[in-house]
């Protein structure tokens, strides 16, 4: 299996069709937007060797966000990712998981973010950013500070979330749409929702 990260869209594609980590149909995002195309990141973390040969090749990259305290991520898509960030960069990490009365994340077992700790928030896929930005307001209600952001697959089209940069392993811009307006070609095939978190 390829480890070197693309340069590339065309060689994005191509890495995530070699994991099998990419699919084609019609899927209901979390963010709730609808998408032709849907990267499964389990294709990619069931493979930590590799994982972590990519993600060494992006530590240089981290490592200008100055010092990390504390790698954050969500449960539970982000946790293998969390871990392996972690371990690259010899940070305590930790994961935030989601209440089942109110949908919410939070911290859990003990674990804690320490007033002035400095946080990488970790995921494994960023569309809008709507799980990261939960884990920064409460990361800042702790009284931490967000060092920046690292993700697997960066979908947002975008560098940075609210001021934090994004520091990514691939970028591919893949299109999503509102549910008010899905294209008629996309509307004809049965919507699929996969992934955990729950769409409001």
């Known amino acids: 299996m390829r480890i070197e990260l693309p340069k590339s869209f065309e060689e994005t594609v191509a890495l995530l069709k070699e994991y099998g980590a990419v699919e084609e149909g019609h899927f209901i995002l979390a963010s709730g937007r609808h998408s032709p195309y849907y990267v499964k990141k389990g294709k990619l973390v069931q493979h930590p060797w590799e994982l972590q040969r990519m993600i060494e090749q992006i530590v240089p990259k981290l490592a200008e966000l100055g010092k990390v305290d504390v790698v954050?991520?969500?449960?539970?898509?982000?946790?293998?990712?969390?871990?392996?960030?972690?371990?690259?960069?010899?940070?305590?990490?930790?994961?935030?998981?989601?209440?089942?009365?109110?949908?919410?994340?939070?911290?859990?077992?003990?674990?804690?973010?320490?007033?002035?700790?400095?946080?990488?928030?970790?995921?494994?896929?960023?569309?809008?950013?709507?799980?990261?930005?939960?884990?920064?307001?409460?990361?800042?209600?702790?009284?931490?500070?967000?060092?920046?952001?690292?993700?697997?697959?960066?979908?947002?089209?975008?560098?940075?979330?609210?001021?934090?940069?994004?520091?990514?392993?691939?970028?591919?811009?893949?299109?999503?749409?509102?549910?008010d307006a899905i294209p008629s070609t996309l509307a004809v095939i049965p919507a699929f929702r996969p992934g955990t978190k729950r769409v409001e």
């Not at 960030?85 to 949908?103: M, P």
């Not at 800042?140 to 392993?169: Q, W, Y």
């Open 72 to 179: 954050l991520s969500p449960a539970v898509g982000g946790i293998p990712v969390g871990q392996q960030v972690g371990l690259a960069l010899h940070a305590r990490t930790i994961y935030a998981e989601r209440n089942g009365a109110t949908n919410a994340l939070e911290l859990k077992r003990g674990f804690e973010i320490h007033r002035g700790e400095r946080v990488l928030l970790v995921e494994d896929v960023i569309t809008t950013g709507g799980t990261l930005k939960e884990l920064y307001q409460f990361v800042e209600a702790e009284g931490g500070m967000i060092a920046g952001i690292f993700v697997l697959v960066n979908r947002s089209k975008t560098s940075d979330l609210d001021s934090h940069p994004i520091v990514s392993c691939m970028a591919v811009d893949f299109p999503t749409f509102p549910p």
